[in-house]
Nanobody, 116 residues
Framework: QVQLVESGGGLVQAGGSLRLSCAAS????????MGWFRQAPGKEREFVAG????????DYTDSVKGRFTISRDSAKNMVYLQMNSLKPEDTAVYSC?????????WGQGTQVTVSS
């Protein structure tokens, strides 16, 4: 059974920071690409950031570049999303995902709310 469990969400004021964590279990994720998506109320789910299995390549949606940083600890089956300079438009449910050729596994998500 593959499980992805997110943590670290919460309420923060605009300009603040949060660090999301995703714990993966059920198999060795060292060969899996991992990422973060988010979904705001009334909007479609969107890609936020991704990191290749090797950890050497990352990708971000334009709206978070320079503010968010994705990282992973493959030995611990963990992936992180450091979010700085948060804006109200970052408010959403953030979900962790993993896969090899596509994102096949998803967590339940963690709520991030940024107040103005």
């Amino acid at each position: 059974q593959v499980q992805l469990v997110e943590s670290g969400g919460g309420l923060v004021q605009a300009g603040g920071s949060l660090r999301l964590s995703c714990a993966a279990s059920g198999r060795t994720f060292s060969r899996y690409n991992m990422g973060w998506f988010r979904q705001a109320p009334g909007k479609e789910r969107e890609f936020v950031a991704g990191i290749r299995w090797s950890g050497g390549s990352t990708d971000y949606t334009d709206s978070v570049k320079g503010r968010f940083t994705i990282s992973r600890d493959s030995a611990k089956n963990m992936v992180y999303l450091q979010m700085n300079s948060l804006k109200p438009e970052d408010t959403a449910v953030y979900s962790c995902t993993a896969g090899i050729y596509a994102y096949n596994y998803w967590g339940q998500g963690t709520q991030v709310t940024v107040s103005s």
